[in-house]
């Protein structure tokens, strides 16, 4: 069964500060990507992943950067945390590198919030 | 006007009755996927389907490209169904993009 793990379910942290959310794979996927829900928005892709090293902008990126040193491994940098990234995180993968229509897999997701 | 449109946002229902929630799209798709989130955060890929209709256990979803709009059924609905569905087509734009609806909210009551 594929696993995608995300290392925290809750974070608070202070405006200003850096923060890093990790996701990892165990399936060897090339395609990873990074999502914030929020209520009556639905899902929003913040940055995408399709190999190593490489990464796309979504629809949001401003105010966040991503690292895919490894293929199990996607994280996302909040360089400096404000209130308005108070959200839930979420990391998906999914196997092929056809991007779109490739089945996705979720991680449980991170509840963050900035004060 | 959103490109990705579920119905309803809320449903309450007796556990034992059939259940349908509806997406409707704006634009032609090449693919389109029902998700399930529970209370907690965790989504579950229930089906991707570009035509027809796909069956797992009481779950079916069921797509019309040509009026375009699918439906998610559950039959038998029991409290365990109790969760957040999610319709997420890929749009194409000229280029394609995966969208995702705002959700429908289902509570089964026992």
């Known amino acids: 069964d594929v696993k995608v793990t995300q290392s925290s379910r809750y974070l608070v942290k202070r405006t200003g500060e850096k923060v890093f959310l990790e996701c990892v794979q165990d399936?060897?996927?090339?395609?990873m990507f990074w999502y914030r829900q929020d209520p009556g928005l639905g899902l929003r892709l913040i940055y995408f992943?399709?190999?190593?090293?490489?990464?796309e902008k979504g629809d949001i990126p401003e105010g966040y950067s991503v690292s895919r040193e490894k293929k199990e491994r996607f994280s996302l940098i909040l360089e400096s945390a404000s209130t308005n990234q108070t959200s839930m995180y979420l990391c998906?993968?999914?196997?092929?590198?056809?991007?779109?229509?490739?089945?996705?897999?979720f991680g449980n997701g991170t509840r963050l919030t900035v004060t | 006007k959103n490109e990705v449109e579920q119905s309803p946002q809320n449903l309450t229902a007796q556990e034992g009755e059939f259940i349908t929630i509806n997406c409707s799209y704006s634009v032609g798709i090449s693919a389109l996927h029902w998700l399930q989130q529970h209370p907690g955060g965790g989504i579950v890929s229930l089906f991707m389907l570009s035509s027809g209709k796909k069956k797992h256990g009481r779950l079916i979803a069921t797509i019309n490209i040509q009026e375009k709009h699918s439906s998610l059924h559950i039959t038998a609905s029991h409290p365990r169904d109790s969760a957040v569905y999610i319709c997420a087509p890929t749009l194409n734009f000229g280029n394609e993009k995966l969208t995702f609806g705002t959700g429908t909210r289902l509570t089964i009551i026992p």
């Open positions: 998906a993968s999914s196997p092929f590198k056809q991007v779109l229509n490739s089945p996705l897999h």
């Open positions: 992943s399709y190999d190593v090293k490489m990464k």
């Open positions: 399936m060897d996927h090339e395609n």
